[in-house]
Nanobody, 125 residues
Framework: QVQLVESGGGLVQAGGSLKLSCAAS????????MGWFRQAPGKEREFVAAISWNGGSISYVDSVKGRFTISRDKSKNTVVLQMNSLKPEDTAVYYCAADGRPYTNVVVSTSVAYWGQGTQVTVSS
C-alpha cells in the first residue's frame, strides 16, 4: 500500500517557523517530482512548492519565495518543507503530493498520483 504521511504541523506565532516532513512508503518516488499544496478554509487547494525528480529544479508560489525551502532525501524517501517567517495567511492544511509522471520537474495537481492526508498549520497574529 502506497502512503504519503505528513508530520510537523501545528500552531505557531507569526514570524515563527515550522518544518513539515512527508514520508513515503510502499514504493520509491526517486523518479518522480514531489511537492506541497495547501488549502485554507473556504479556498481552493493551491500549489506551494515542488522539487524535481533529481532535485535539480525547485519551484515556489510567489507568496512563499524567500521564506519556504523544499528539499528531498531519496535514500529516506522523504520530502521536507522548511517554513520560516510564517504569516497568518499561511494558515491552511498542507498536503504532500507525488506527481504520476516520471522524470518531471514540476508537480501539477491534475497529474498527482498520490496525496498525503494533510497536516494543519495555524499561524496566529
Amino acid at each position: 500500500q502506497v502512503q504519503l504521511v505528513e508530520s510537523g504541523g501545528g500552531l505557531v506565532q507569526a514570524g515563527g517557523s515550522l518544518k513539515l516532513s512527508c514520508a513515503a512508503s510502499g514504493r520509491t518516488f526517486s523518479r518522480y517530482a514531489m511537492g506541497w499544496f495547501r488549502q485554507a478554509p473556504g479556498k481552493e487547494r493551491e500549489f506551494v512548492a515542488a522539487i524535481s525528480w533529481n532535485g535539480g529544479s525547485i519551484s515556489y508560489v510567489d507568496s512563499v519565495k524567500g521564506r519556504f525551502t523544499i528539499s528531498r532525501d531519496k535514500s529516506k524517501n522523504t520530502v521536507v518543507l522548511q517554513m520560516n517567517s510564517l504569516k497568518p495567511e499561511d494558515t491552511a492544511v498542507y498536503y504532500c503530493a507525488a506527481d504520476g509522471r516520471p522524470y518531471t520537474n514540476v508537480v501539477v495537481s491534475t497529474s498527482v498520483a498520490y496525496w498525503g492526508q494533510g497536516t494543519q498549520v495555524t499561524v496566529s497574529s
